[in-house]
């Protein structure tokens, strides 16, 4: 839970150029989503300062539960930039059973594994909490309630995200208000 907060709370906004065209470097689906933080916890090479260009994703395991995974890089390399294209060229149905790349894969660290569910969605509007939960997870939300998008394939960031998951019979729930730090104010006189 802190991990995803933090690296949330510190994202980037980042665009870049290929072959395809002008990219956004943020995209989602009920179980993975790409993103680019300057949180370097949990990435396998350290570098002081810069982007971190992750996606954190849910795998099945032999026990018919998920793993959480995440894959972090200081370094955009193609792979991933190819992963996060292939993802955003797939319909919302087939986003939800996408698997990175094996050898992105081998290269992510396992977060959580065990859980019995879990799920990624999106909000691009103002969040207004539902009433009347019969069963409360951690953010005071219903059991199985879930965000207005279970995808998220634009040219900005969602303003919400909610990650809700299972693990044995308690429901846990982290959700997440996008907020991008303030731009730092230039003093001095104009030119």
Not at 7 to 30: C, E, M, Q, V
Request: glycine share 8%.
């Amino acid at each position: 839970n802190t991990l995803l907060r933090d690296d949330f709370a510190h994202l980037s906004p980042y665009t870049f150029n290929s072959d395809k065209g002008r990219g956004f470097f943020f995209a989602g689906g009920p179980a993975a989503v790409f993103y680019v933080t300057t949180n370097g916890f949990g990435a396998r090479k350290h570098r002081r300062g810069g982007l971190y260009f992750a996606c954190a994703y849910l795998a099945a395991a032999d026990d018919d539960t998920r793993e959480f995974y995440l894959y972090k890089s200081p370094i955009p390399n193609l792979q991933l930039l190819d992963a996060l294209e292939e993802f955003r060229q797939l319909s919302p149905e087939t986003r939800a059973a996408y698997q990175l790349p094996a050898k992105l894969k081998e290269e992510s660290l396992l977060i959580v594994s065990g859980l019995r569910q879990g799920a990624f969605s999106y909000d691009g509007e103002k969040f207004i909490p539902p009433v009347d939960a019969a069963e409360e997870g951690d953010e005071g939300l219903p059991a199985d309630y879930v965000l207005n998008e279970d995808s998220w394939n634009e040219p900005s960031l969602p303003e919400y995200v909610l990650f809700s998951y299972r693990v044995g019979e308690q429901a846990r729930q982290l959700l997440i208000h996008l907020t991008l730090p303030m731009p730092v104010r230039k003093w001095g006189r104009k030119p």
